[in-house]
Every structure is written in structure tokens, then in C-alpha cells.
């Protein structure tokens, strides 16, 4: 047997947070995970993350999980790789297993930050190879660069079904519609934005009626479903796939807690069996912390803060450092996590129809049913101003916890305050210079340059681009609106690429005057008769 | 072609070099190191195995080690799952019957 004062349970965002706050304090501390590699979940995401400076808004996921291994690496954490923990028991006995062996460990005290396990939903066919996890779809494509298939159709429009559906895109997959049996989109509106604009259909109030195929996917039938979730007959849709991806939520995987008989009520709010927990993370058994999505489904900034904070406590708990010191040291850390609380989805709103922002602005219908926001809605928005020159088109209708753009902008045009949900607003007397900064640093890809007065008759808009083949300058295609139709001719006149943007492009198009509010991408000619 | 050459924010993707393996006794290739259920879907295989009562088909799901429905017969040992099980050279792949490599699997149960 081998002891050590903490012993963490997951090498994801919540676990490697807490390895390296409590090992900073001196705490002798281990993380075990079964998997080949650290991190959690957190090297597939290879989008941008909202919040602000503090979170680490902006950065992309994977950015922000080689920071973390790297703290941890510093302050001495020992992380221990292909070692699933098959046991925790009381008194924080942990049995790992290590190649064919089963090694006995024991900790002073113990952070549970296992994450949780995506949730399916059974269907006729549901069973057939071509049916897969989104996650599945993610690490096949970002960890391990191959495409799940060649036309997916993904059931669910939460966060991860958006989300994942935008890097399908960008892995090269035909994304043939998002479906969900609920009538509102169910995450952003800014994610269910920008993949309606390159003309990925939303089918809300829908579901799977049956995956078609002998022994693997060839097929989707989809049909309205009634409040009661019974199909109506006559609204079935068909769509030639090769692939389904499920994104129906999470699950906390907290089977090692009840192990060690902590008290793991049932609770719908933090998406299943979830360890009942205080301030600090500690469950019903002491000694016994849980941190990250195991304790709550949230998402990867909130874990790791919430690690943090599950780090300080059991340094305290081991007298590491003081009550005082821990009061002192989290309470930043309850801000930054309150912060992200807040707003539209902010956990106490889950199921909750909100129809207004508040600021009091009614909230695009058309967003929530369709995935984006009709011309008739955009100009309601504080965000959406009309101006002479080049001016920021912020396309942010939703109160969520983010605030890059507004330290974007050197020139101060942009403006969100103290309340970091509030809905950016654009000066309506910009000294905008056209730099582009706003729209690289916009995670939800809502920010657009639109200058009215680009040329004679024409207008320009300088849209964030994500996609491979970029276009070239002069190269002429059409141009979408938010809807992802085809509205009129567009000309590249520049594209811009920079280290500050950290992989997002910037594509300026030529389009006619009056195209200037509704043109919002830009559809390459020739990638058009490549799919033909 | 599911592999892909050239990513626009990750760029190329870092692959081990290329190794042969076997799969039911044909020869495929894939790169050291990546799972094995990758290197089997960039070939284009989808059926891992056919369960034992009903024979039917299963692939990949979850690909993260979880779910056990990719698990396959990996160089005489059944049950490996194939999402979490790093491809090495000369590896002999095979479809898993229920929990062998024998088609006729629950032939005499029945």
C-alpha cells in the first residue's frame, strides 16, 4: 500500500485543477485516470470557450488543457496514466489497476472528479453501427483526426450537439440537420447561429422515428412529434446518412461515490445520480471531495474552478493551510464561478422559457425555433447599429457569461459594463478602425465588420471564417444569409489571418448595398461544383 | 477517405508511422498508436461484432473506453475494446460472435 495526502480521482479540467492548487500547498498528491492521455475531455474541444479573461474566454479548449498539465507538472503533481480506479472505499482506500495488477493506495483525503457519461436515447435501429455518441464523434475527429463518417445527422441542439456539429463541419463532414424533440434550441444561440448560416437545417419538435440500414447507417426518418411525444403522421423526413450522433445530455458518473457511501441523491437539476455536496465540494463522508461534472453537469470552465476550490479545501481539511486562508483564497474563485452562473443558462433557468433578455429586449423567436435570427428581429439588439464606415455588427442576442469583445476593442466601441451577461453594445459614434480584433475574439462567431459605404453600390462584411480551403482574395461565390440561403453574388476582397486571431480567419466580402445586414457567409463557387 | 490530411484549426493531425495488421485474416493498414477502432474506420470497417443471442450487428459508440460495444478479438484474446486499444504492428484483428471468433457462436444452443 502506498499513502499520499490527496489522491485525486479524473486527470480532467476539475481534476488536474485541484492536483495543482492542493499540491502548490504542499499536499503530496496523486491524480489517477484510465485513460492513455490527460485532460478529460478537454483536448477535443477545439473551440473557443466564453467567459472572461479570468476563465480563460477565448482560448480554445485544447490550449486550455496543455496550460493545466503544464501547472500541474509544475507544482509536482503525479499523474498516472492507463490506471482506472476500480474501488474506493471507507476510510479513502482507493484500488487502482495498473497493467494486470490491482494496487491498494490510501489517501489522506480524496477528490472525486470522475466527469460523467454521455446519455442515449433508443430508437428504432438505434443499435446499428453508424449510431455513436457525439463525444464519439469528437475524439474520433479531433483526438484522433478521423471522420465518423462522410453525412451526419445529429439528434440533439444542447451545447454539445451544436457544438459538435460546427467541428464536423469543420472536419469536412456534411452535416445533413440538426434534430430535437424539444420546441427551443437548447444551447446558444450564437453555436445554433453560425451552423445555420453555412445552411445546416434545425428541426425542432423532432425526432428520430428509425435509423434505416441492414447492418449499418444509410438512413434517417425523422417526424414532428405532438406535446405528448407521440410522432404525427405525414411530417416524417428522410435524410441519406451514414451517421447519427446522440447529444442528449450527461449523466455525473458517481458510482465510486456511493461506493464509499456517500449520500448520491437523485437530482434531475445536476443531470442524475449526483454526490450531495457543500460549498467546498465535500460530500457526506469525510474527507471525501467531489469536483467538475460528477458533482453537476456544467461545462469545462465552471470544473475547473470548481477543482480549485475542492483543492483548497482538502489542503484545509489536512491543516495545509488555514480556515482563514481557505475563506480568503476562494473567495475570488466563488466570483469568477458566480459569474458563470448567471445568465440565460445559468443553472437555476434549466427548462425555464425565458422570453426576454434583461435588459427587457424580446428575445428572437425565429433563433429558438429555427437556429437563427430573422432579418425582422436582428435590428433590436444593442449590438446591431447602423453607421457610416466600417463599423462592429454584434449579433449577440442571449445574456451569457462572455466578454472578450469588449477587451477587444482598443477603441472602446464595444461595451458589456460590469454585469458580464449583459448584452454587448455597439457605440452608436464608433471610432471603429476596421481591426478585426472583436471578431476573432467573439467565441460564439457573432461579431461581424459591415461598412455600408465599402464602394459605389456595394457593401463589405468580414465574417469569421473557421473552414478549409480558405478562399483566396478575388474569389467570387454567393453569399448566405443567417439562415444559410443563398442571397447574392459576393467577392473575396481580403482575407486576414494573425497569431492574434489563434485560427480564426477573417474574410471580407463585396457584397451589393443592400445585402449588408442580410449576407453573413460566404459559399466558395468552386467548393459548390466540388459537391456536385 | 474519413482520414483528414489537413484541419483548419488543428492543422495536420500528428499520426504514428504507417503499420500493417490483419483484419479477419485480411491485410489493412493504419497508424502505430491510434486505436484500433480508428484505423478499422478509416478502412471502412463498421461491424465489430454480432452479439451472442440476437447476432446482430455492433461498431464503434462511444469511443472512449465506456460502452464495450466495439470490443473485438485482438490477437486471441476476445473483448478488447478496440476504441482504447493503441494499433501496433502485425496485429491480428477479428470480428467477435458473441464472445469468440467462431461464426458459429450459440450455433449448438440452438
Redesign the interface.
Known amino acids: 500500500m502506498k499513502r499520499y495526502d490527496l489522491i485525486v480521482i479524473g486527470a480532467g479540467p476539475s481534476g488536474l485543477s485541484a492536483a495543482a492548487e492542493a499540491a502548490s500547498k504542499g499536499l503530496r498528491t496523486v491524480v489517477f485516470d484510465?485513460?492513455?492521455r490527460p485532460g478529460g475531455q478537454l483536448f477535443k474541444q477545439?473551440h473557443k470557450f466564453f467567459g472572461s479573461k479570468e476563465h480563460k474566454a477565448k482560448v480554445?479548449g485544447?490550449n486550455i488543457g496543455k496550460q493545466l498539465l503544464q501547472e500541474a507538472a509544475d507544482a509536482g503533481v503525479d499523474v498516472v496514466l492507463n490506471a482506472p480506479v476500480e474501488g474506493l472505499y471507507p476510510d479513502h482506500e482507493v484500488t487502482v489497476r495498473i497493467g494486470d495488477s490491482l494496487r491498494h493506495f490510501k489517501g489522506d483525503a480524496v477528490i472525486a472528479a470522475t466527469g460523467a457519461?454521455?446519455n442515449m436515447a433508443a430508437f428504432k435501429g438505434w443499435?446499428?453501427?453508424?449510431?455513436?455518441?457525439a463525444?464519439?464523434?469528437q475524439?474520433?475527429?479531433?483526438l484522433?483526426?478521423?471522420?465518423?463518417?462522410?453525412k451526419v445527422v445529429m439528434l440533439g441542439s444542447g451545447n454539445v450537439g451544436l457544438v459538435v456539429s460546427y467541428q464536423l463541419l469543420?472536419?469536412?463532414v456534411e452535416v445533413a440537420a440538426v434534430v430535437d424533440a424539444l420546441p427551443h434550441v437548447g444551447g446558444y444561440g450564437v453555436h445554433a447561429a453560425k451552423l445555420a448560416r453555412t445552411g445546416v437545417p434545425f428541426y425542432l419538435s423532432h425526432t428520430i422515428v428509425e435509423a434505416e440500414g441492414e447492418?449499418?447507417v444509410k438512413g434517417v426518418t425523422i417526424a414532428e412529434i405532438d406535446n405528448k411525444f407521440n410522432f404525427i403522421p405525414g411530417t416524417e423526413k428522410h435524410f441519406d446518412a451514414d451517421t447519427i450522433c446522440v447529444a442528449v445530455g450527461l449523466s455525473p458518473m458517481s458510482q465510486l461515490l456511493k461506493m464509499a457511501e456517500c449520500d448520491v441523491p437523485d437530482d434531475p437539476s445536476k443531470g442524475g445520480q449526483a454526490p450531495r455536496v457543500g460549498a467546498f465540494g465535500e460530500t457526506s463522508v469525510k474527507g471525501v471531495f467531489a469536483a467538475g461534472d460528477v458533482s453537476g453537469i456544467e461545462e469545462a470552465s465552471s470544473a475547473m474552478i470548481e477543482g480549485r476550490i475542492t483543492g483548497l479545501a482538502a489542503a484545509e481539511s489536512l491543516g495545509f493551510i488555514t480556515k482563514q486562508e481557505l475563506e480568503a483564497e476562494t473567495a475570488g474563485l466563488e466570483n469568477q464561478l458566480a459569474s458563470l452562473r448567471r445568465g440565460m443558462f445559468a443553472p437555476g433557468n434549466k427548462g425555464r422559457k425565458i422570453t426576454e433578455t434583461d435588459e427587457g429586449i424580446a428575445l428572437s423567436e425565429s433563433l429558438l425555433t429555427q437556429g437563427y435570427v430573422a432579418d425582422d428581429e436582428i435590428a433590436r439588439f444593442p449590438g446591431v447599429t447602423k453607421q457610416r464606415g466600417i463599423h462592429p455588427v454584434i449579433e449577440c442576442t442571449q445574456n451569457i457569461p462572455c466578454n472578450p469583445c469588449q477587451d477587444a476593442c482598443r477603441k472602446g466601441c464595444i461595451r458589456i459594463g460590469k454585469d458580464i451577461t449583459s448584452l454587448p453594445a455597439v457605440d452608436t459614434d464608433s471610432q471603429c478602425v476596421g481591426c478585426g480584433l472583436c471578431v476573432a475574439a467573439c467565441s460564439g462567431q457573432a461579431v461581424f465588420l459591415v461598412d455600408e459605404d465599402y464602394e459605389e453600390g456595394y457593401a463589405s462584411v468580414t465574417l469569421p471564417y473557421?473552414?478549409?480551403p480558405?478562399p483566396e482574395t478575388g474569389a467570387r461565390g454567393t453569399a448566405l444569409d443567417r439562415s444559410g440561403a443563398p442571397v447574392c453574388e459576393a467577392e473575396v476582397v481580403e482575407i486576414r489571418t494573425s497569431p492574434a486571431f489563434d485560427?480564426t480567419n477573417l474574410l471580407t466580402m463585396k457584397v451589393p448595398a443592400d445585402m449588408a445586414m442580410t449576407a453573413r457567409f460566404f459559399r466558395n463557387q468552386k467548393t459548390e461544383s466540388e459537391a456536385c | 477517405m474519413l482520414r483528414i490530411t489537413e484541419h483548419p484549426i488543428l492543422g495536420a493531425p500528428e499520426k504514428g508511422r504507417r503499420v500493417e495488421f490483419t483484419f479477419d485474416g485480411r491485410t489493412m493498414s493504419g497508424c502505430e498508436g491510434e486505436p484500433v477502432a480508428a484505423a478499422l474506420k478509416a478502412e471502412g470497417v463498421m461491424i465489430h461484432r454480432y452479439t451472442s443471442k440476437r447476432h446482430e450487428p455492433r461498431g464503434i459508440f462511444c469511443a472512449i473506453g465506456r460502452c464495450t460495444d466495439c470490443v473485438m478479438v485482438v490477437d486471441g484474446v476476445p473483448n478488447i475494446r478496440t476504441c482504447v486499444t493503441p494499433l501496433h504492428e502485425g496485429m491480428d484483428v477479428r470480428t467477435q460472435y458473441g464472445v469468440t471468433d467462431r461464426k458459429d457462436f450459440g450455433e449448438e444452443a440452438r
Open positions: 484510465e485513460n492513455e477545439i480554445r485544447y457519461s454521455e443499435t446499428l453501427p453508424g449510431v455513436i455518441g463525444g464519439a464523434a475524439t474520433m475527429m479531433n484522433h483526426g478521423i471522420k465518423p463518417g462522410n469543420q472536419a469536412g447492418d449499418r473557421e473552414f478549409l480558405l485560427h
